[in-house]
């Protein structure tokens, strides 16, 4: 059942892109929001996020493909977050040293962004520094390219379609 609905949203996908091809246009990603309340602290928590395009295969003991999602949290106007996280891996940016992942904008220059792992140590997700600067030049585009670094696996590349983020910081 959830291989035939699999199938179904990656026709749906491509039958938007050849519409949006045909029109000019870029399609639309398929972006998800969520909102959560912190009862504790009286305050609502925005979630933005996107599946990537493409499916990465590691060795054992991940293999068998891994997903990746390009998410944002705010917790409030001058909390924003951007993440990435992978199904199965390990990132080995622990934001010590100088890591960074690289990134690329449609067609503009290749650009660096620092980044560090989650404050709880979980190595299937990193923070993106600089935040607001990502999401601001993610907002103008319809594609990124992501490249991080995976333990025992090296660098890998990960795509993600972005047209279409419905976010704002207000």
């Known amino acids: 059942m959830l291989k035939i609905i699999g199938e179904e949203m990656k026709l749906k996908r491509q039958l938007m892109a050849i519409g949006c091809v045909l029109l000019g246009t870029p399609a639309l990603a398929d972006w998800l929001y969520e909102q959560e309340i912190d009862k504790m602290r009286g305050s609502v928590i925005n979630y933005a996020s996107v599946k990537s395009d493409n499916v990465l295969s590691f060795s054992f003991p991940y293999d068998g493909g891994s997903i990746a ?88 590349q990960l795509n993600f379609s972005v047209a279409g983020i419905r976010w704002s910081m207000n």
């Open 69 to 156: 999602t390009l998410g944002f949290r705010l917790h409030d106007p001058n909390q924003l977050e951007a993440y990435l996280m992978i199904s199965k891996g390990q990132f080995t940016c622990s934001g010590y040293s100088y890591d960074v992942v690289s990134v690329k904008f449609d067609e503009r220059p290749l650009q660096e962004f620092r980044c560090n792992q989650a404050a709880d140590g979980n190595t299937k997700t990193i923070f993106i520094n600089d935040a607001t600067g990502f999401l601001r030049q993610m907002q103008s585009a319809s594609k990124v390219i992501i490249e991080a670094d995976f333990y025992q696996e090296g660098p890998r």
